[in-house]
């Protein structure tokens, strides 16, 4: 295992998302409030790829930004039809942290390995459960209240990992491998 010393001074963070129902969406900007509230000298910037017009060009991430990134996932996979879009994302070095939205049911590590196959630096990974999209008697009504809570719970230790110095082993996903998307899997540090 690799260990790295880090310490990460965060100009901006993004807050980077595909949400057709409104929930992905709704963690994100929550965890990225916290953040800027916790981190009040960074800049935010928003970046929507739901409809296909928010597709037409990649995020412009830096080594020195922190992108957060959440997508839906359906029993572990990513959309279709973002595949093409999300691999032609360049990370310039930048640290990530992958959120996911799933309908209680399994999340997979799909975002992790793409994010870390386009040069990311994971340096946290969340899954939220979500309102199902297939039917409202799964996970009804949320996110709610208390998953908003554990999202400023995570904020704080996504501060924590860039204002406290030490060191970092990488991050795993537990549960169910990624679908093959022609991606190399990783389950190392660095």
């Known amino acids: 295992r690799l260990f790295i010393r880090y310490f990460m001074k965060i100009e901006k963070v993004h807050a980077v998302y595909f949400?057709?129902?409104?929930?992905?969406?709704?963690?994100?900007?929550?965890?990225?409030?916290?953040?800027?509230t916790l981190l009040p000298e960074v800049v935010t910037e928003v970046k929507d790829f739901t409809l296909p017009s928010g597709r037409k060009k990649v995020p412009d991430i830096r080594e020195s930004e922190l992108a957060i990134v959440g997508l839906p996932v359906y029993a572990g996979r990513l959309p279709n039809?973002?595949?093409?879009?999300?691999?032609?994302?360049?990370?310039?070095?930048?640290?990530?942290?992958?959120?996911?939205?799933?309908?209680?049911?399994?999340?997979?590590?799909?975002?992790?390995?793409?994010?870390?196959?386009?040069?990311f630096h994971p340096i946290a990974a969340?899954?939220?459960?979500?309102q199902h999209s297939?039917?409202?008697?799964?996970?009804?009504?949320?996110?709610?209240?208390?998953d908003l809570e554990k999202a400023e719970q995570f904020s704080a230790e996504i501060?924590?990992?860039?204002?406290?110095?030490?060191?970092?082993?990488?991050?795993?996903?537990?549960?169910?491998?990624?679908?093959?998307?022609?991606?190399?899997?990783?389950?190392?540090?660095?």
């Open 19 to 36: 949400s057709p129902t409104g929930t992905t969406k709704t963690v994100i900007t929550h965890l990225v409030k916290c953040i800027t």
């Open 81 to 119: 039809l973002l595949l093409n879009y999300l691999t032609t994302w360049q990370s310039n070095g930048a640290w990530a942290v992958p959120v996911v939205v799933y309908g209680n049911r399994s999340y997979g590590n799909a975002l992790y390995d793409i994010l870390r196959y386009r040069g």
């Open 126 to 130: 969340a899954a939220f459960v979500g």
């Open 134 to 146: 297939f039917t409202t008697r799964l996970a009804t009504g949320r996110p709610d209240r208390e």
């Open 159 to 190: 501060v924590r990992r860039i204002l406290q110095p030490g060191e970092f082993t990488g991050i795993k996903i537990p549960g169910q491998g990624a679908p093959d998307y022609g991606v190399k899997q990783h389950d190392d540090g660095f």
